[in-house]
C-alpha cells in the first residue's frame, strides 16, 4: 500500500452495505454482502478522479485485514478483489475454503 493511504481510515457504511475510503473528497467503495461469519464482496467501484493512485488496492488490502480482524471469511465475488488475492496469496487464508473458484486462487 502506498504510504500516503496507510492512515486513512477505512468506513463500513452499513446503510450502503459498503466499505468506504475516502480521499481529496472522491471515494472508493467495495460493495458486500454479510452472511454470518461469512463476507462476500461483489463490486469494487474508485471515483475516476482517484484512478491510478493505488486507491482500490488499499481500499481492497485494508477491508481484508477489517474482515480478518473480525474473524470473516471471504467470498471474492469482485473480480477485482479476486485478482487482487491472487496477486497477495497471503490473503487466501481468510477467503471461505467453500467459494468456488478458491482452487483458482
Known sequence: MKPELENIPLVKNQDKSRFELSLDGAIG???Y????????LV?????PALSGRGVASALVE???????????????????VFAYIKKNPQWKRI???????????
Open 62 to 80: 485494508k477491508t481484508l485485514a477489517l474482515l480478518e480482524a473480525n474473524n470473516k471469511k471471504v467470498l471474492p465475488y469482485c473480480p477485482f
Open 95 to 105: 477467503v471461505d475454503q467453500g467459494f468456488g473458484a478458491y482452487d483458482r486462487l
Open 29 to 31: 467503495f467495495i460493495n
Open 43 to 47: 463490486h469494487t467501484e474508485v471515483d
Open 33 to 40: 454482502g454479510e452472511m454470518g461469519d461469512q463476507v462476500a
